[in-house]
């Protein structure tokens, strides 16, 4: 049996689960935030902080995983002829949806792996932000039921597709050509954390091989943990969750053997107890992704085989990030930030109106 049929199975999809949860037990063993091994929101922050895209300096570094997940899935999907670039599917839509998602996400302080790598390490305050997700992308079910579509993507040229793995490799680049001098933000063009989550990191070249063999399992076997909630709602499916619950249990295993299991509410790294919006920030990055079409992991392998819908989703949550920490919309370990509730609540709102809006049957 070839790899990529192997890894498209039900044994193949709990298997990518299981290294991923292993090797996001790893990063924060050497060196990762706490339950935050892996965190594609989470880094995706850091990066447009070292970009200067924001400037909470507490959240500046460009994350090698991030890069090494576009590279990996591109790489697979040339290997095994699937990259296959598309593009045109209502980019405008896709990006205001990745920002909110994005919002949403940084109000629990977290993505859909994030929230089960927390689970994993033992911090209780995620299983709201779970049951949020579970929520969010129910609703977006409701939408896609009534016929919800953003549209098909069109064949476009290799050129265009590979415009997002080249910003990776180029932003790849500026890593080894601007490294961080020790205890300075500033190195070139790229801002670093000297202190605070974005100061946390393993080695770049282990990050960057992990990120990279992350992004061709996870491209090759379509590993989606929106794609799991969402086929077993709409399908009663399991196929795809049998990944996520794996990479739950190996992380937790890792955790205990690591001495990073910590069972609580409070105390928590980078995490906030105010259960209510825990939930509600995860209810609209869930229903975000699920209109999307994808959790942000599947959108940065989807866009490293050539999807430009995805990537323009991507750069969404990018500056979703910059506005989150430019107009206090991000949440800390002390709580929601101040205008955090109400950008919840207008992403809500706005999500609503594009699944009703964009229903292919109209109104």
């Known amino acids: 049996m070839r790899m990529n049929n192997f890894l498209a199975s039900r044994w193949g999809i709990i298997s990518v689960g299981a290294v991923i949860g292993l090797l996001a037990a790893v990063l924060q063993k050497l060196g990762n935030p706490g339950n935050m091994g892996i965190c594609v929101a989470c880094f995706e922050r850091d990066i447009a902080g070292a970009l200067g895209l924001h400037r909470a300096e507490a959240v500046q570094y460009l994350r090698p995983e991030i890069l090494g997940f576009v590279l990996g899935a591109f790489l697979a999907a040339l290997l095994f002829r699937e990259f296959k670039p598309r593009a045109g599917s209502a980019p405008i839509v896709r990006f205001i949806l990745g920002a909110f998602a994005m919002i949403g996400a940084l109000v629990f302080l977290g993505c859909p792996w994030r929230a089960m790598l927390r689970l994993a390490g033992g911090d209780l305050t995620a299983v709201l932000g779970i049951a949020g997700l ?14 919800y579509t953003l549209g098909r993507a069109q064949a476009t040229s290799k050129t265009a597709g590979a415009i997002m793995p080249f910003m990776a490799l180029g932003l790849l680049l500026f890593l080894f050509i601007y490294p961080q001098i020790q205890g300075e933000g500033v190195s070139g063009v790229l801002f670093y954390s000297v202190k605070g989550p974005g100061s946390m990191h393993a080695s770049l070249l282990v990050s960057l091989a992990i990120g990279l063999v992350v992004g061709g399992m996870a491209q ?15 399908f009663g499916q399991t196929h795809l969750l049998g990944g996520v619950i794996a990479l739950v249990l190996f992380a937790f295993l890792a955790n205990l053997v690591f001495g990073q299991f910590n069972l609580g509410f409070t105390g928590q790294p980078v995490a906030h107890t ?3 919006w825990n939930f509600a920030g995860m209810t609209l990055a869930g229903l975000a992704f699920s209109l999307a079409g994808g959790c942000p992991g599947r959108q940065l392998f989807l866009s490293g085989e050539g999807d430009g819908d995805a990537a323009v989703f991507v750069i969404g949550m990018v500056a979703g990030a910059a506005f989150a920490h430019n107009f206090g919309l991000a949440s800390s370990a002390a709580g929601i930030g101040p205008l955090g509730a109400a950008a919840v609540g207008t992403g809500l ?7 009703w809006g964009m229903r292919a049957k109209g109104i």
């Open 274 to 276: 105010m259960h209510f």
């Open 349 to 355: 709102v706005v999500c609503l109106l594009i699944g």
């Open 134 to 147: 579970v929520f969010g992308v129910w609703v977006g079910t409701l939408f896609l039921k009534n016929g």
């Open 220 to 234: 090759q076997s379509r590993f989606c943990t929106m794609g799991a909630l969402r086929d077993l709602v709409l």
